[in-house]
């Protein structure tokens, strides 16, 4: 299953990054200030499950 993933940095909720996850669902936003916090929406685009957000994640390198 493929699913994508939208990246937004917080507060504002600007969208920085959109991707596709791989067949395993593994995604990775690169390249990001690590002096921010963002927030990740995942969707299933078949609809089968529902979103999954996860909010103040701190990017690593």
């Known amino acids: 299953m493929y699913n994508n993933a939208h ?6 909720v600007e969208v920085v990054r959109w991707m ?11 390249n990001l200030d690590p002096a921010q916090r963002y927030g990740v929406i ?3 685009h078949t609809g089968t499950y529902d979103p999954v957000v996860k909010l ?6």
């Open 20 to 30: 596709w996850s791989d067949p395993a669902g593994n995604w990775q936003f690169n």
């Open 42 to 44: 995942a969707y299933d």
């Open 7 to 12: 990246g937004a940095m917080l507060p504002a």
């Open 56 to 61: 103040n994640l701190i990017p690593t390198p």
